[in-house]
């Protein structure tokens, strides 16, 4: 299974760093997969930590992909770091060993952590439909500009069925940046 969480990181100076990735569970370990280059990856290498933040907020996926970094963060329980102070729950992670690859290392982590901060409040299919825009604005420059403009059609109908208002604002941010992408394109 991937949970599609906030991963924080930081340098060796306790400079914090936010990005969305989707975290494979399996059985106890937690892998993470960044694609080289990637400061959540030269952070983790320098750390062996990391920390997931379980967020349902979905402006902060939209926001790490559209240059919206300041989220506010509160320090962990167990190690140096910090997690989405907004965050549903968080886990804090020990890197444990990395199999390493050219393109997309595997980051094998142990939870060392893991505490509930506020109630699931149901699924909701403009969640996901933010979710999935924003993985499709991560990738602008690998898939062509037809299929990403079908598969947001198709995002809207549940979006526009089912939003709230940080919903709403995620996805205005996700779509100036496709916007922007397709004049860049012509
Ligand atoms: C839901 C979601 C899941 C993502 N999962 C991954 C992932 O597993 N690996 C990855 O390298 N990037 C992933 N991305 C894209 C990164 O968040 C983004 O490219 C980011 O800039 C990573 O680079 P960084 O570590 O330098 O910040 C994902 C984006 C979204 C919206």
Known sequence: MIQE???????????????PMGVHVEGDEFIILPFRPSTTLDNILATETAVMSYCDDVR?????????????LTPC???????IASALAHREL?????????????LFCQSVYQANHA???????????????AIL???LHMLPLDKIQAEIDYLRIGLEKTAGANELEAWGWLMAKVEEYQQEQG
């Open 5 to 19: 969480v906030i991963i924080t990181t930081q340098d060796v100076n306790g400079t914090p760093h936010i990005a």
């Open 119 to 133: 109630a699931f409040q149901g699924f909701n299919r403009a969640q996901y439909a933010v979710i999935e825009a």
């Open 60 to 72: 902060i996926f939209a926001g790490c992909l559209t240059g919206r970094k300041q989220w506010a």
């Open 94 to 106: 020990s890197v444990q060993r990395i199999e390493e690859d050219e393109t997309r290392p595997k």
């Open 137 to 139: 604005v991560s990738r």
């Open 77 to 83: 329980q167990t190690l140096k770091g910090s997690y």
